[in-house]
């Protein structure tokens, strides 16, 4: 990821921490509430796409598009292997 893409990601994350109520983005990435970005978040994800698990529904769009898709999980992934920094 090139340094711009990765400006223009913190730059939305950081909005949606900021517009977003605190209870939902307490830690961007953290779909399962545990105050850790981990696989764990992964697999709530994947648990809704491919079984349409309605548990963490509210948490899984982390990218703020408006839609739960791989795209989440991507963006959980580079939190995790830090291409993407995210400053709570």
Known sequence: MNKLTN???QLVVSLMVV???ASLWA????????????????????NYLLNNDQTFVATSDVD????IT?????FICNILLGNVVIDN
């Open 7 to 9: 400006s223009i990601m």
């Open 27 to 46: 830690t961007v990435g953290d779909v399962n509430g545990d105050n850790d970005v981990t696989v764990a978040d992964v697999t709530a994800i994947y």
């Open 70 to 74: 791989v795209a989440d999980v991507t």
């Open 64 to 67: 703020g598009d408006g839609s």
């Open 19 to 21: 517009l977003s109520p």
